[in-house]
């Protein structure tokens, strides 16, 4: 079963730009990188998703290096509102399965 | 609004009640799912249904019982619960089973077991 390796929490400012590394040491060849955020009593929410390379969306960067073992997501300029819980996930073969995730603080 | 309705958003049951958990969704998705949080723990996958046919089940207790009766519909049925199943109990739904394809959540029912 694949699964993903995560820092348990992160501190940052409002203003700065936030990244999150995740380790895929157990990717599939056909899985996908996908990236959820979770606000306190809510369901997660999807935030961005990729196979390799670069991909970008209104709200986040995805970086995955050439052998897809890592992933980083980069929250450019996170305000209060970014503080959450965010899970990286290897997609694609099965439903959908959460590790225990970064929770991310903001701070004024 | 994610597209994914549960109700009752809160939930307060004895050990002897029997109560259901409710999800809606009209998105035409074909995959919908049971979630369990407990506080302050990563979210465990209990039932998976794909095209109204339960196809995965995740060493859950009896004393929940999924329905799916329709690819719209999909309940949690409690019965006889303990205090340790006091949790937030989320579902969600996807295009797929598989997934690469975005999933959706609902907002949660918060149950607590007294």
């Known amino acids: 079963l694949a699964k993903t390796t995560q820092p348990i929490s992160m501190d940052s400012y409002e203003g700065q730009e936030v990244n999150i590394t995740c380790s895929h040491n157990?990717?599939?060849?056909?899985?996908?990188i996908t990236w959820y955020q979770q606000f306190p009593s809510q369901g997660p929410r999807f935030i961005i998703q990729?196979?390799?390379t670069k991909v970008t969306n209104e709200v986040a960067s995805l970086f995955i290096p050439a052998d897809r073992k890592s992933s980083t997501l980069s929250l450019p300029r996170v305000s209060l509102s970014d503080t959450a819980v965010y899970y990286c996930?290897?997609?694609?073969?099965?439903?959908?399965?959460f590790g225990s995730g970064t929770r991310l603080q903001v701070q004024p | 609004e994610t597209g994914v309705t549960q109700t009752p958003r809160h939930l307060v049951m004895g050990m002897t009640n029997k109560k259901s958990l409710k999800c809606e969704q009209h998105?035409?998705?074909?995959?919908m799912y049971w979630y369990k949080q407990s506080a302050k723990k990563p979210l465990e996958l209990m039932f998976v249904?794909?095209?109204?046919?339960?196809?995965e089940n995740n060493s859950v207790p009896s004393r929940f019982s999924p329905e799916c009766p329709n690819s719209s519909h999909l309940f949690l049925h409690l019965h006889t619960l303990q205090p340790e199943d006091s949790a937030l109990y989320l579902c969600?739904?996807?295009?797929?089973?598989?997934?690469?394809?975005?999933?959706?959540f609902g907002q949660g029912t918060r149950l607590t077991v007294v």
């Open positions: 969600a739904s996807s295009q797929d089973r598989m997934g690469n394809t975005e999933a959706f």
């Open positions: 157990n990717i599939a060849t056909n899985d996908y």
């Open positions: 990729g196979y390799k």
């Open positions: 996930l290897d997609t694609g073969r099965r439903a959908l399965t």
């Open positions: 998105l035409g998705h074909n995959a």
């Open positions: 249904y794909s095209l109204e046919e339960r196809v």
